[in-house]
């Protein structure tokens, strides 16, 4: 081409690849220490140059391109309810399980386990978030099946191996397997209890199950758990946890019969199904009619995921309108030392370690079984957390999405993926309403939940004015919701942000430099607080905060 044509491109960022994620990321090298998993720091450099790399970053753009497509039959007719996927997916998702992004915390229960396989799924998961749905579904499905015995003996040491093994096999001829769900159905959706599935007793703890699912996602796992209304000698037994195998043992296909694939906004390489259940063979989790008792850890431990996505997002974002800025000019100066920008981007900054770090420290809630004050803490701090970090996902995508202009309104850059992708976190295992009146059954059903909550809290106490007059407020709005029950609805997404916020607000102390907590809190919580990014408070040394990013 001639010179001077003026099609050169100038003044254009170069690929952001070839970049360690972890090591890039001194918020989150920190946080993985302060927590406890120092010891993992080299794994996690390793994934962090992986995800980085040219060639993941695209696997993830082509596994959204060529999202999976339904396979009903084979060529000859018969039926085969298969979902096939782009090479890319399926190296992608095979990189999550040998770094052990699903079942580490697991497979080797030491200090800070927990805490190390979120931060590799917090990797793994800013480059490309839809393989970590299965990925989380599997981690948390554990949580569910470890007490099942006559489950655990055969599928628990395929469930905590490294090995990814996509083939439709029994669980004995495999050294690893995924699990996904199928709880919701048309008729209810999150109110589980109207499910009209129908599982019969066979004896000896195996059902055949008929019925729908509207949503089950992540359909070519190996097994699922299912809810159903249960059935044993004419007697009714309630909503039962079952678990269904794809393949039975003999090798034959359970019935599992795909309608179609969920056209959604995001998540575009991972596949969500409508199915039906015609005679499929299942077998009891838990007990009896304790179907949602049998799932809720698995479902606390997704939501757990759903803050650790949200903020894997909300990393990305950051990362890539920094990228942006500090090589783009404009109006004579780098967009990165205009102070309009600088503020806009360092704002967007603090929301992402704010998210990370609350994301962190329920990990290690989590894996942290014998403290009764985590314990506690997590049946609160889980759905408040889901909440109100899930809901600001999306305007700080938008926000990032709008920091590149143009470039990053097109299909060509991450951010439009990220756009897209953010909402799923505060929709999937409960929306706004379900997890606001969750925290209020927390309240209620676990009275120490309350305690805990404020003894994490107290451990800042008197270290910001601004935030002890926040936390006042929400002890207070805690008490009267309290004192009136009838009133606690309307007032439980009120009470769920509070809580959220004092808990970010809290960690920030803890845990970042002075400025960016001090920062933090004043811009969400201060009198003078804006409604949208970049306003923060007067003196606030934005660009310091940028260095740290």
């Given at each position: 081409m001639a010179a001077g044509t003026g099609t050169e491109p100038t003044n254009q960022a170069p690929p952001r690849v070839g970049i360690d994620e972890f090591g890039a990321n001194l918020a989150l090298t920190e946080a993985v220490r302060i927590f406890g998993a120092d010891w993992a720091a080299g794994s996690l450099h390793e994934v962090g140059e992986l995800v980085g790399s040219e060639d993941f970053q695209r696997d993830a753009e082509?596994?959204?391109?060529h999202p999976p497509v339904a396979r009903v039959w084979d060529r000859y007719g018969a039926r085969i309810d298969e979902v096939d996927y782009d090479e890319s997916y399926h190296r992608v998702i095979g990189q999550a399980v040998a770094h052990g992004a699903h079942t580490s915390g697991w497979a080797d229960p030491r200090e800070g386990s927990g805490v190390a396989r979120a931060a590799t799924f917090?990797?793994?998961?800013?480059?490309?978030?839809?393989?970590a749905c299965p990925i989380s579904m599997t981690h948390a499905a554990v949580a569910s099946l470890k007490d099942s015995s006559w489950i655990a003996g055969e599928w628990m040491p395929r469930l905590l191996t490294r090995e990814y093994d996509?083939?439709?096999?029994p669980a004995a001829e495999k050294n690893g397997v995924l699990v996904g769900m199928a709880m919701t159905e048309k008729q209810g959706g999150s109110d589980v209890r109207a499910n009209r599935t129908e599982g019969v007793s066979l004896g000896g703890g195996s059902y055949q199950i008929d019925g729908h699912k509207w949503f089950c996602s992540a359909p070519m796992s190996d097994a699922f758990l299912v809810l159903a209304q249960t059935r044993s000698g004419g007697t009714d037994e309630g909503l039962s946890c079952l678990f269904v195998p794809r393949v039975l043992a003999d090798g034959t296909r359970n019935p599992f019969r795909i309608q179609r694939l969920k056209d959604k906004l995001g998540n575009r390489s991972n596949a969500s199904a409508e199915i039906e259940f015609e005679g499929t063979i299942a077998t009891l989790v838990g007990?009896?009619?304790?179907?949602?008792?049998?799932i809720i850890e698995m479902v606390q431990r997704t939501r757990l995921d759903c803050v650790l996505g949200t903020a894997a997002g909300m990393r990305q974002s950051v990362a890539e309108a920094l990228w942006h800025a500090r090589h783009r000019s404009a109006f004579g100066a780098l967009l990165v030392d205009q102070p309009a920008m600088t503020a806009v981007l360092a704002d967007l900054a603090l929301e992402s370690e704010a998210a990370m770090l609350a994301g962190l420290r329920l990990a290690q809630a989590f894996e942290n079984e014998v403290s009764e004050h985590d314990t506690a803490l997590r049946r609160l701090a889980t759905p408040a957390l889901k909440y109100w970090v899930c809901k600001r996902g999306s305007h700080h995508a938008y926000e990032a999405m709008e920091c590149l202009g143009g470039n990053g309104y097109t299909e060509s850059f991450p951010l439009a993926r990220r756009y897209r992708e953010q909402p799923v976190m505060a929709i999937w295992e409960g929306s706004g309403n379900v997890i606001a009146l969750d925290v209020l059954r927390a309240l209620s059903r676990d009275t120490d939940s309350a305690e805990a909550l404020s003894a994490e809290l107290a451990k800042t106490r008197g270290d910001n004015a601004v935030l002890d007059a926040h936390v006042g407020r929400t002890l207070g709005l805690l008490r009267e919701i309290a004192a009136d029950p009838d009133a606690a609805q309307s007032q439980a997404r009120r009470l769920t942000e509070s809580l959220g916020l004092a808990l970010q607000g809290s960690l920030m102390l803890l845990h970042a430099p002075g400025r960016n907590a001090d920062a933090f809190i004043a811009?969400?919580?201060?009198?003078?607080?804006?409604?949208?990014?970049?306003?923060?408070?007067v003196g606030t040394d934005a660009a310091a905060i940028l260095e740290r990013h």
């Open positions: 082509k596994a959204h391109v917090l990797l793994f998961a800013q480059v490309e978030p839809g393989h996509p083939r439709m096999l007990e009896p009619g304790r179907g949602v008792r049998a811009a969400r919580m201060g009198e003078d607080r804006g409604s949208q990014y970049g306003v923060l408070p």
